[in-house]
Antibody, heavy 119, light 111 residues
Framework: QVELQESGPGLVRASETPSLTCAVSGYSISSGYYWGWIRQPPGKGLEWIGSIYHSGSTYYNPSLKSRVSISVDKSKNEISLKLSSVTAADTAVYYC????????????WGQGTMVTVSS | QSALTQPPSASGSPGQSVTISCTGTSSDVGGYNYVSWYQQHPGKVPKVIIYDVSERPSGVPDRFSGSKSGNTASLTVSGLQAEDEADYYCSSYAGSNNPYVFGTGTKVTVL
């Protein structure tokens, strides 16, 4: 059974560059699939941030591309998200997800980690 | 890329049916047969209940069905049950530039 577990700093200050990690268990990232991040501000909808293929190819939401970096650590079976120059608008629950193909759907979700940006 | 448009709310009595629309453009919903629907209970993680417009993952009751016509996709929940009360989000593939766009979300209330 594939499970995703996010971890992150919780509370960060505006302009900082927080790093979030997603530990994957039950499946080797090296074997395939796409792995990504989706966020949800409190009381609001879902927004795709970006995804990474097991080969390391990355794909980002154009609206966040200049501030986002997603990477994979195959030795730890983890993916990471870095979001630079954060503002209050980046306050959200950040979910780690798997999608079985480039065309979706997002079939496995982590429990999410809340990131709050303080000014 | 703008979010797909969903009605903010929908409701029905137990046993009734409710249909939620998801309106996009020819660049997303209308251009591809890759619409998904996600169910999210309060404080919980979203769960995919429909993919590729009308396919159900294993374990999802057949009370949930999906369809598409032109630029609008729809999710129908038949035989409403109390546990169907949740937020529902549609999502569509939207091409290589910004591949995934979500809907604005619909809160379904079981009266």
């Amino acid at each position: 059974q594939v499970e995703l577990q996010e971890s992150g700093p919780g509370l960060v200050r505006a302009s900082e560059t927080p790093s979030l990690t997603c530990a994957v268990s039950g499946y080797s990232i090296s074997s395939g699939y796409y792995w990504g991040w989706i966020r949800q501000p409190p009381g609001k909808g879902l927004e795709w941030i970006g995804s990474i293929y097991h080969s390391g190819s990355t794909y980002y939401n154009p609206s966040l591309k200049s501030r986002v970096s997603i990477s994979v650590d195959k030795s730890k079976n983890e993916i990471s998200l870095k979001l630079s120059s954060v503002t209050a608008a980046d306050t959200a629950v950040y979910y780690c997800v798997r999608h079985g193909s480039w065309l979706g759907p997002f079939d496995i979700w982590g429990q999410g980690t809340m990131v709050t940006v303080s000014s | 890329q703008s979010a797909l448009t969903q009605p903010p709310s929908a409701s029905g009595s137990p046993g009734q049916s409710v249909t939620i629309s998801c309106t996009g453009t020819s660049s997303d919903v209308g251009g591809y047969n890759y619409v998904s629907w996600y169910q999210q209970h309060p404080g919980k993680v979203p769960k995919v209940i429909i993919y590729d417009v009308s396919e159900r993952p294993s374990g999802v009751p057949d009370r949930f069905s999906g369809s598409k016509s032109g630029n609008t996709a729809s999710l129908t929940v038949s035989g409403l049950q109390a546990e169907d009360e949740a937020d529902y989000y549609c999502s569509s593939y939207a091409g290589s530039n910004n591949p995934y766009v979500f809907g604005t979300g619909t809160k379904v209330t079981v009266l």
